[in-house]
């Protein structure tokens, strides 16, 4: 047996196991059967620290926002789209990182007070540019909420980052729409180069907030 099978049962081994077992079989084969197995236990001994799936897709998300913060280089002479457009990035390339990381980051809940400080300061930000403290917590929700559905429509197109390309053959689905140009010429930016995709909505959320609330 392994030294990291021997190592003691923890809710970070746990979960880590998990991670590292999501780009395996994705969130859908993600049981915590399979999950046990990995451990070389039983699965009763899951519940020990996790009450249900959920619980561990909350410590999941968690973990893999505290290691998105330790990549990314936040300043606190920030302004707050600079602030807005990193923590972002960095978000779609955490998620990305993970096959199926949206879908188990999306409706997940922090399991401690880690992000707290970020959070704080991305508010104090926000408001000192102008904004009442519920159109920041606005701001930041409806910019959150285009990456991570952003990343959800990637990743199911494309399972993994790096893997293969959109499942959709843009120039068949062009062929398919004789009779509507537009429709099918849009095919060849629904479908293709994400990054672009991804900076060009983000750009236009960011400046969407700064229209709406008069924030320059």
């Known amino acids: 047996m392994s030294t990291e099978r021997r190592s003691p049962l923890d809710r970070a081994r746990v979960a880590d196991t998990a991670l590292r077992l999501l780009n395996e079989v994705g969130l859908d084969g993600l049981t915590l059967r399979a999950i046990a197995k990995e451990l070389d236990v039983k699965a009763p001994a899951l519940y020990w620290h996790f009450k249900d799936k959920q619980a561990l897709l909350d410590e999941m998300a968690t973990r893999m926002h505290r290691r998105m913060l330790a990549d990314i280089a936040l300043d606190p002479a920030d302004t707050w789209r600079e602030r807005l457009l990193k923590i972002n990035r ?127």
């Open 90 to 216: 960095g978000l779609r390339t955490a998620l990305l990182g993970y096959r199926d990381g949206a879908r188990v980051f999306s409706g997940s809940l922090f399991t401690d007070a880690g992000h707290a400080p970020v959070l704080e300061e991305n508010l104090r930000l926000l408001t000192a540019a102008g904004l009442t403290l519920a159109q920041a917590v606005d701001a930041g929700r409806t910019v959150h909420a285009y990456t991570v559905g952003f990343v959800t429509e990637e990743q199911g197109m494309r399972p993994l980052s790096g893997g293969r390309e959109a499942r959709t053959d843009i120039a068949d689905r062009a062929r398919r729409m004789p009779d509507h140009p537009l429709a099918a010429a849009a095919g060849e930016h629904l479908f293709h180069d994400y990054d672009r995709q991804f900076e060009e909505g983000l750009a236009v959320v960011i400046a969407g907030i700064g229209a709406r609330y008069g924030v320059e």
